[in-house]
Nanobody
Framework: QVQLMESGGGSVQAGGSLRLSCAVS????????VGWFRQAPGKEREGIAA???????SYAYSVQDRFTISIDIDANTAFLQMNSLKPEDTAIYYC??????????????????????WGQGTQVTVSS
């Protein structure tokens, strides 16, 4: 059974930083494409960062140059480093895994349908 567990969310003032973690059991990040999504109240789930098996990261325009996605293969944990946070970053953040055993990247890495496994989410609140 594959389980993802996010942690690291919380409340922070604008301009601050948070580091989200996503520990996985039952699956290896070495075979995975990884994505981070967020969902604000009343809005659709939004893909914001993705990492393919080559280690190449891609980012939504809204978070580019502020957020960094990474994984620690030995710890089987993914991370999302978030700097220069803004009030509009307030949302529930989710990590997700797409199956990339036989491919390097997902066809649509920012689309939720490309991912099989999801964490439960962690709340991030940024105050002005």
């Amino acid at each position: 059974q594959v389980q993802l567990m996010e942690s690291g969310g919380g409340s922070v003032q604008a301009g601050g930083s948070l580091r989200l973690s996503c520990a996985v059991s039952g699956y290896l990040y070495s075979r995975a494409c990884v994505g981070w999504f967020r969902q604000a109240p009343g809005k659709e789930r939004e893909g914001i960062a993705a990492l393919d098996r080559s280690g190449a990261g891609s980012y939504a325009y809204s978070v580019q140059d502020r957020f960094t996605i990474s994984i620690d293969i030995d710890a089987n944990t993914a991370f999302l480093q978030m700097n220069s946070l803004k009030p509009e970053d307030t949302a529930i953040y989710y990590c997700a895994i797409g199956r990339c055993t036989f491919r390097v990247s997902l066809p649509n890495p920012f689309h939720p349908d490309d991912y099989y496994y999801w964490g439960q989410g962690t709340q991030v609140t940024v105050s002005s």
